[in-house]
C-alpha cells in the first residue's frame, strides 16, 4: 500500500502536476513537504554548482534524488521503529550528538564560533537535532542488522 502511494506521488511529480498543499509523500505518519526538499535542493545545488535556469535538467534530477533519498530513508525508519529488537536510547543520542557538536566546534574553531554560525546556543542546536539523530542511529542500525 504505501508502495503504491509512493508510486502515485513520484508519477505525479514526473508529470509535472503540483501536490496539494506542499505534501509531496506521506511515509507512515511522516510527511515529505515540498518545501524541506526544495531547502535540500538548493543547498545541494548552490554546493554543486547546478543553476535552476542554466540546467534544468541537471537541477531536476537532483531534486528527483532528493525525494527519492528522502521518501527511501523514512521507509527504512518506519520499518526500524517498528522493529522490536532495534533501541536506541536517550543516552546513544546524546553522545552521539554531543560528537557531532564537538566536531563542528573544531572546523568552526569556538563554541562561540558555532552558534554564531548556527544562529543559536549549543543547548539550542542539541535541542533542535535530537531527533534528527534518534532517527539517523534507527536507520543504522536498521541496515546494518539487515544488510551489514
Same mark, same amino acid.
Given at each position: 500500500?504505501i /508502495?503504491?502511494?509512493?508510486?502515485?506521488?513520484?508519477?505525479?511529480? +514526473?508529470? +509535472?502536476a503540483?501536490?496539494?498543499d +506542499?505534501?509531496?509523500?506521506?511515509?507512515d505518519?511522516?510527511?515529505?513537504?515540498?518545501?524541506?526538499?526544495?531547502?535540500?535542493?538548493?543547498? /545541494?545545488?548552490?554546493?554543486?554548482?547546478?543553476?535552476?535556469?542554466?540546467?534544468?535538467?541537471?537541477?531536476?534530477?537532483?531534486?528527483?534524488?532528493?525525494l527519492?533519498?528522502?521518501?527511501?530513508r523514512?521507509?527504512? /525508519?518506519?520499518?526500524?521503529?517498528?522493529?522490536?529488537?532495534?533501541t536506541?536510547s536517550?543516552?546513544?543520542?546524546?553522545?552521539?550528538?554531543?560528537?557531532?557538536i564537538?566536531?563542528?566546534?573544531?572546523?568552526f +574553531?569556538?563554541?562561540?564560533?558555532l552558534?554564531d554560525?548556527?544562529?543559536m546556543?549549543?543547548?539550542q542546536?542539541?535541542k533542535?537535532?535530537?531527533?534528527?539523530?534518534?532517527?539517523?542511529?534507527?536507520v543504522?542500525?536498521?541496515?546494518?542488522?539487515?544488510f551489514?
Amino acid at each position: 500500500m504505501i /508502495l503504491l502511494f509512493l508510486s502515485f506521488f513520484v508519477f505525479l511529480l +514526473g508529470q +509535472g502536476a503540483s501536490p496539494v498543499d +506542499g505534501v509531496l509523500a506521506i511515509v507512515d505518519t511522516e510527511v515529505v513537504l515540498r518545501s524541506n526538499i526544495e531547502e535540500q535542493v538548493f543547498v /545541494l545545488a548552490k554546493q554543486k554548482n547546478i543553476s535552476p535556469q542554466k540546467t534544468p535538467f541537471a537541477f531536476e534530477e537532483l531534486y528527483k534524488k532528493i525525494l527519492e533519498e528522502q521518501i527511501e530513508r523514512l521507509v527504512v /525508519l518506519s520499518f526500524a521503529k517498528k522493529d522490536t529488537f532495534i533501541t536506541v536510547s536517550n543516552n546513544e543520542v546524546s553522545k552521539t550528538l554531543q560528537e557531532r557538536i564537538n566536531a563542528f566546534i573544531e572546523v568552526f +574553531g569556538s563554541e562561540k564560533a558555532l552558534e554564531d554560525t548556527m544562529k543559536m546556543s549549543v543547548s539550542q542546536i542539541k535541542k533542535e537535532y535530537f531527533n534528527i539523530v534518534e532517527e539517523e542511529l534507527y536507520v543504522e542500525k536498521f541496515r546494518f542488522q539487515n544488510f551489514n
